[in-house]
Structures are given as structure tokens and as C-alpha cells.
């Protein structure tokens, strides 16, 4: 199992930025997926955007050309920035680390940022 502590949540303004982190508690070189979901109040956790650990993206769709995700390695730490944020894109944020193994997969998640946008 990995921690994860998110960090850099907060109330934004639309139209402006957020800068997400989440630092692991092992060498995130050893992790092969890292990602972002999001809940907002009544709805499930969607997918916002992963980073493998060949430093390969994905992002869903609506936040695309909007959000970054990165990782530094040397920090243990995968980053999330949002920019032209919108009220839609207020919900709770969630880390996510994935590790496959010989035996199966492991996921583990952070306990989760809130990030609110005023329109």
C-alpha cells in the first residue's frame, strides 16, 4: 500500500488557476499509474487525468487543453494544475495510485481536496 496526501485545494475564481499536489510515501517510480479523480456532491468519481510511469498522459475529455498533470520523481510527487477553471469543475479531489504486480493490481487513495469555483 501507498499514502497519499493531497494538497492545494481551495476556492478559485472562474476562469482562474489551482495547482493540486500529492506526495507518496514511496518512490513513485515504483508506482505505475498516478492520477486525479474528481466526485462532486451527488454524482460518482470520475476519471481526470493519469501519468504513467513512462511519464505517458491521459485526461477526460472536458478538462483537456485546461488541466496539466505532471510528476517529479525526486519529489515522490504528482501534480495536477487547472487552469480556465470553471464551476463544473468544483468536486473533490482524489489521488489515485495504481501498482501491477506479478499477483494483481493494488490501488490506493488519498483522503481527498476540496476545490471550489465561484462563477
Known amino acids: 500500500q501507498v499514502q497519499l496526501v493531497e494538497s492545494g485545494g481551495g476556492l478559485a475564481q472562474a476562469g482562474g488557476s489551482l495547482r493540486l499536489s500529492c506526495t507518496a510515501s514511496?518512490?513513485?517510480?515504483?508506482?505505475?499509474?498516478m492520477g486525479w479523480y474528481r466526485q462532486a456532491p451527488g454524482k460518482q468519481r470520475d476519471l481526470v487525468a493519469t501519468?504513467?510511469?513512462?511519464?505517458?498522459?491521459k485526461y477526460e475529455d472536458s478538462v483537456k487543453g485546461r488541466f496539466t498533470i505532471s510528476r517529479d520523481n525526486a519529489k515522490n510527487t504528482v501534480y495536477l494544475q487547472m487552469d480556465s477553471l470553471n464551476a463544473e469543475d468544483t468536486a473533490v479531489y482524489y489521488c489515485?495510485?495504481?501498482?501491477?504486480?506479478?499477483?494483481?493490481?493494488?490501488?490506493?487513495w488519498g483522503q481527498g481536496t476540496q476545490v471550489t469555483v465561484s462563477s
Open positions: 514511496k518512490i513513485i517510480g515504483s508506482i505505475n499509474i
Open positions: 489515485n495510485a495504481v501498482q501491477i504486480r506479478v499477483g494483481g493490481s493494488f490501488s490506493s
Open positions: 501519468i504513467t510511469n513512462g511519464g505517458n498522459t
